[in-house]
Nanobody, 125 residues
Framework: VQLQASGGGLVQAGGSLRISCVAS????????LGWFRQTPGKEREFVAA????????YYSDSVKGRFTISRDNAKNTVYLQMNNLKPEDTAVYYC???????????????????WGQGTLVTVSS
């Protein structure tokens, strides 16, 4: 499975941005999709996930209420709508996919088998 993230850029604090990730998977709906982010010197951090086969959505506490993950299975695409952005949201955002994640593993980056190349989101104050 190949993942291609796009849509990052520079935005002012309080603004919005939507990033996307297209996957090459044939059975896209069977994959759990996640967004993670990383800043220099820090570990990759869970942001949001969409469980496979119409399952639930999950968010980190730091983005809950501001970010929304969604997926379009017909387009093999997962989105992350980011509203009310803060400077601390500045990071490289990565999409990830896995076909066999159990719920307890959904927030752990080392449990995902496939990763996109990352897209940089910069929020200015």
């Amino acid at each position: 499975v190949q993942l291609q993230a796009s849509g990052g850029g520079l935005v002012q604090a309080g603004g919005s941005l939507r990033i996307s990730c297209v996957a090459s998977a044939r059975t896209f709906s069977r994959y759990t999709l996640g967004w993670f982010r990383q800043t220099p010197g820090k570990e990759r951090e869970f942001v949001a996930a969409s469980k496979s086969n119409g399952g639930s959505l999950y968010y980190s506490d730091s983005v809950k209420g501001r970010f929304t993950i969604s997926r379009d299975n017909a387009k093999n695409t997962v989105y992350l709508q980011m509203n009310n952005l803060k400077p601390e949201d500045t990071a490289v955002y990565y999409c990830a996919a896995d076909s066999s994640l159990i719920l307890s593993s959904i927030r752990y980056s080392d449990q995902y088998d496939y990763w996109g190349q990352g897209t940089l989101v910069t929020v200015s104050s």
